[in-house]
């Protein structure tokens, strides 16, 4: 282990971590997948802008669980004769596999439902090749230990997927979708941000020096997103939320996130909340996992290695582990309230105010669950959420393609159209029409970890 002082740290498994990423996914899922998108309780919603609800704090839990596992996973592969280099290595092969993970899940529904009729064979090779291309990049990229076996299907898929695209020149729903295809994402996030924290780590891995980072990272970022005038607009004006269609253009981008994703990214972001004007040209977009508010989430990262550090240390008990996270967390907290006095606590822009903030409120978590699961042995009612945590990724990919696929499939209800199966699930749901959509999102959680339960059992585990 790379440290700044010649501590001891321990290999102990921290099961605590393992329930709090279960917890974090099934949470995710939840607030991912309501009934009904029109009848959601107020804490299962993003805040609309300026402030935090329950739901605001899920990503950046899941980034903090990244860092803190990252000090258990990199000193095991040292340990193992890996060296820096060859770790690294395997730091951005991880992140690139979490990368196309992402944009897969943004572009593989014309597979099956695509938006315009489609005849032949050619189609059908397309969509196989392009299933093979991405199955195969993904576990070359993750790593196998049959990589000869995987880098001939990942090479059969380029061929099947490039030859039919090219047959039918480059004309077909699959193909418009993926030139169409959302950059940025939420395993586009996890993925970048892994990458950055791992090279700011293995560069200064002291904790002073992470400390610095952090510190200096978000008081840059702060600071151009407060004191740097747009251009077009003036100075940036943080409490301005989305911009609508009456908005006047000098007024469409309000702060550097807008400016940045729209000018470089265009089309590629958020279709949700992209503008267009008279003539369907488009004049505004924005993604909530953007390009430079990557920088501040690098941070909640950062700050869960700072946790793992901790945690791992041999010559501190665990009760002072246990105040150490709770001083910590406090710290933490009241900085982003002070912080937010200038910057306010926003998750679309992930300002500073709310990496420090999120940072002390997974702090706390990790501590309870803490003291609980690792230091009084409550292990039991855990377990659970310790099987969806040993496969996070796996639950979170396959979920939303179980999504979209409940949303495409159709029961007839004696309209033309029918009526998608999601829609025909949440109406069979009892109570009001709020209690129904959280019903269906509880269901929806607990089906999941019935399968990542059943998958722990048999020591199935997939890993990017």
């Not at 939840?30 to 739901?55: D, K």
């Not at 898929?157 to 994402?185: K, M, Q, Y």
């Not at 510190?215 to 997103?225: H, K, P, Q, R, T």
Request: proline share 5%; glycine share 8%.
């Amino acid at each position: 282990m790379m440290t700044d002082s010649p501590l001891v740290f321990t290999t102990r498994r921290l099961e605590s971590l393992d329930a709090l990423r279960g917890l974090t996914i099934a949470a995710m899922l939840l607030v991912n997948n309501p009934g009904s998108w029109s009848h959601i309780y107020g804490p299962l919603e993003h805040a609309a802008w300026n402030g935090w609800t329950f739901t605001d704090l899920v990503f950046p839990y899941f980034l903090f669980m990244v860092g803190v596992a990252m000090m258990y996973s990199f000193p095991k592969r040292l340990s193992q004769g890996v060296s820096r280099s060859e770790l690294f290595v395997h730091v951005v092969r991880r992140a690139f596999a979490l990368l196309l993970l992402g944009w897969w899940g943004a572009s593989w529904s014309p597979i099956f439902w695509p938006d315009a009729e489609i005849s032949g064979i050619l189609p059908i090779t397309l969509r196989l090749g392009y299933v093979v291309l991405m199955l195969g990049a993904v576990v070359v990229l993750a790593g196998s230990v049959r990589q000869k076996v995987w880098w001939s299907v990942l090479i059969t898929g380029c061929v099947l997927f490039v030859a039919s695209a090219t047959i039918l020149g480059f004309n077909d729903p699959l193909l418009s979708r993926i030139a169409h295809i959302r950059i940025p994402g939420v395993l586009v996030r996890i993925g970048l941000c892994y990458l950055l924290a791992s090279a700011i780590y293995f560069l200064t891995p002291s904790r002073k020096a992470l400390m610095t980072w952090i510190g200096g990272l978000l008081f840059a970022y702060a600071f151009f997103m407060l004191f740097i005038a747009v251009p077009g607009f003036g100075m940036p004006d943080l409490n301005r939320a989305f911009p609508t269609a009456e908005t006047p253009s000098r007024e469409l981008f309000s702060n550097w996130a807008f400016f940045i994703d729209f000018h470089i990214l265009g089309s590629h972001t958020w279709g949700v909340r992209q503008l267009t004007d008279n003539a369907g040209v488009l004049i505004w977009s924005f993604d909530p996992e953007g390009i430079i508010s990557t920088i501040p989430a690098t941070c909640s990262v950062l700050i869960g290695i700072l946790a793992g550090l901790w945690m791992r240390r041999e010559d501190t008990d665990d009760s002072k582990k246990l105040n150490g996270l709770f001083i910590a967390a406090c710290w933490l907290i009241v900085l982003g309230l002070i912080v937010s006095i200038w910057m306010p606590v926003n998750k679309r822009l992930w300002t500073s105010s709310y990496t420090l903030f999120t940072g002390g409120m997974a702090l706390i978590t990790l501590a309870v669950l803490f003291h609980a699961i690792d230091m009084k042995g409550f292990r039991a009612w855990a377990h659970p959420f310790v099987a969806y945590g040993r496969n996070a990724i796996f639950a979170f990919v396959l979920s939303g393609m179980m999504a979209v696929t409940l949303g495409r499939l159709t029961v007839s209800d004696g309209t033309p159209d029918g009526l998608s199966l999601k829609s025909f699930l949440y109406e069979a749901m009892p109570g009001g029409p709020e209690f129904a959509s959280f019903l269906f999102g509880i269901l929806f959680v607990t089906f999941w970890a019935a399968v990542a339960w059943l998958m722990d059992r048999r020591r199935i585990y997939f890993k990017v």
